[in-house]
């Protein structure tokens, strides 16, 4: 063995476990060597920080924050920043898998790496998280850069942070450097198109998947999980397209209206109810959970990993599994989807819109030109359709799940760039 293994992971379910098993079974069917293997597996860089941040309240807090550079071998590592209470080293380090096979799967020129902060952005106010923003910079200025390691939004954080982050990197380099971190507000170089880009792939890979299965958009219906970033995107633009969206969620609840939902008038409410959709008065509220379990075509899981498990995969109704959020799935799950015959676009593939538009982003920066939302839109889509292309055929070529060919085109792709470049 060329590597030490870490302790074994003995939660029920653990993101990092489902990303290792789909891993290996590409891996298998790839046939590549066990030196390679181990070169694929371990992370290159995995730091973390403690960040003292003073409270609004006076008290000194310290929060743990996470970066994982997964890989850099196709380009500088690229991934989002997640504010979660739940955020730990494992997930961090799943998350930074992904990002390296998501990259690999839609043909960026990027590494993977993922960062976060256990923390709790609903009970922190916009100075508290503006301090702990700037602290996390600070901790990682020797990690960040526009050719080493370019953050992006994810999960608690958005163009406010990135803001942040931004001017906290400028300042310690004494000149503004925009490319150093993607999804900024526009004033600051952000790309049009970057806040809807997730939703907006997460609606493309729908649409390829309900043609292969004959589903035709107009007659469909869809429950989308998770109302923020990824979630009110997909379900707007699946709705644009057609598709009547019976439920939406949040950590509020869930939402049903069996006459469809209209998508416009639940964000607008979000809006203006602090960003929840508490109490939300166009649908009927229902637990959160059963939301996975409705009748409807097309089911989005949009909001964090492994809600989709061993114990209610079987409840599973809905023909088409498109992941908008990393990781929903759990591994143990796997089987029972492919049993039950329903069609499962994976993270890595179906939420690429969003890291394809920061590479957009970050392009613009570099060449300080700005492209039109037209121009951006065509070619996110054309990437995420050729991308759902290449997976569906390799699916085929190989006779197995849209997961685990999505796998064997990233794993192919990053293990010969390794065998070009050498050099180990
Ligand atoms: N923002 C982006 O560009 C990308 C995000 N993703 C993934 O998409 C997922 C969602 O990310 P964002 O939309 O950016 O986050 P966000 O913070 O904007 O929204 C998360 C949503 O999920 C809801 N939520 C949290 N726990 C829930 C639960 N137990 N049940 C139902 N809803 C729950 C929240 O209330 C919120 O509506 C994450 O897995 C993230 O890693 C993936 C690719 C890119
Ligand atoms: O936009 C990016 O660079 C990364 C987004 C992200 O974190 C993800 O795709 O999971």
């Known amino acids: 063995m060329s590597y030490i293994e870490p302790a074994p992971i003995k939660d029920k379910e653990n993101p990092l476990e489902s990303m290792?098993?789909?891993?290996?079974?590409?891996?298998?069917?790839?046939?590549?060597?066990?030196?390679?293997?181990?070169?694929?597996?371990?992370?290159?860089?995995?730091?973390?920080?403690?960040?003292?941040?003073?409270?609004?309240?006076?008290?000194?807090?310290?929060?743990?924050?996470?970066?994982?550079?997964h890989s850099t071998i196709l380009g500088p590592s690229k991934g989002g920043i997640r504010f979660d209470p739940d955020v730990n080293l494992d997930e961090v380090r799943a998350l930074a898998a992904w990002m390296t096979w998501k990259c690999a799967v839609v043909d960026i020129p990027y590494g993977g790496a993922k960062g976060g902060v256990a923390c709790n952005p609903r009970e922190m106010s916009a100075g508290e998280m503006e301090r702990l923003m700037r602290a996390y910079t600070t901790a990682l200025l020797d990690v960040f850069g526009p050719d080493q390691d370019i953050p992006a939004p994810d999960m608690g954080t958005g163009p406010r942070e990135m803001a942040w982050l931004m001017d906290e990197y400028s300042k310690s380099k004494g000149m503004t450097v925009p490319a150093v971190v993607t999804g900024k507000p526009l004033v600051l170089g952000g790309s049009l198109g970057r806040t809807e880009a997730t939703g907006r792939g997460v609606m493309v890979s729908a649409l390829a998947g309900m043609e292969k299965l004959r589903i035709n958009p107009y007659?469909?219906?869809?429950?989308?999980?998770?109302?923020?970033?990824?979630?009110?995107?997909?379900?707007?633009?699946?709705?644009?397209?057609?598709?009547?969206?019976?439920?939406?969620?949040?950590?509020?609840?869930?939402?049903?209206?069996?006459?469809?939902?209209?998508?416009?008038?639940?964000?607008?409410?979000?809006?203006?109810?602090?960003?929840?959709?508490?109490?939300?008065?166009?649908?009927?509220?229902?637990?959160?959970?059963?939301?996975l379990t409705l009748p409807v075509d097309v089911l989005v899981p949009a909001a964090k990993e492994d809600?989709?498990?061993?114990?209610?995969?079987?409840?599973?109704?809905?023909?088409?599994?498109?992941?908008?959020?990393?990781?929903?799935?759990?591994?143990?799950?796997?089987?029972?989807?492919?049993?039950?015959?329903?069609?499962?676009?994976?993270?890595?593939?179906?939420?690429?819109?969003?890291?394809?538009?920061?590479?957009?982003?970050?392009?613009?920066?570099?060449?300080?030109?700005?492209?039109?939302?037209?121009?951006?839109?065509?070619?996110?889509?054309?990437?995420?359709?050729?991308?759902?292309?290449?997976?569906?055929?390799?699916?085929?070529?190989?006779?197995?799940?849209?997961?685990?060919?999505?796998?064997?085109?990233?794993?192919?792709?990053?293990?010969?760039?390794?065998?070009?470049?050498?050099?180990?």
């Open 219 to 291: 007659r469909a219906t869809a429950a989308v999980q998770g109302f923020g970033n990824v979630g009110s995107y997909a379900a707007l633009l699946l709705r644009e397209r057609g598709v009547a969206i019976h439920a939406i969620s949040d950590i509020s609840g869930a939402y049903y209206n069996d006459k469809g939902i209209d998508v416009a008038d639940a964000v607008a409410y979000r809006s203006s109810n602090n960003g929840s959709l508490e109490g939300y008065p166009g649908a009927e509220q229902i637990p959160g959970d059963d939301l």
């Open 307 to 424: 809600v989709i498990t061993r114990k209610n995969v079987s409840g599973i109704q809905a023909k088409m599994i498109v992941e908008g959020a990393n990781g929903p799935t759990s591994f143990k799950a796997d089987d029972i989807i492919n049993e039950k015959g329903i069609m499962v676009v994976p993270d890595i593939l179906a939420n690429a819109g969003g890291v394809t538009v920061s590479y957009f982003e970050w392009v613009q920066n570099r060449i300080g030109y700005k492209w039109t939302l037209e121009r951006i839109n065509r070619r996110t889509d054309r990437i995420m359709k050729d991308s759902f292309d290449k997976v569906y055929e390799t699916s085929l070529k190989y006779k197995v799940s849209l997961r685990i060919a999505a796998y064997i085109v990233a794993i192919d792709k990053v293990s010969s760039t390794y065998k070009y470049r050498g050099g180990f």
């Open 20 to 69: 290792m098993q789909r891993f290996d079974k590409a891996v298998d069917l790839l046939g590549i060597s066990e030196e390679m293997y181990h070169i694929l597996k371990v992370p290159r860089k995995q730091v973390i920080v403690g960040l003292p941040v003073t409270m609004d309240s006076g008290e000194i807090k310290t929060f743990e924050g996470y970066r994982v550079i």
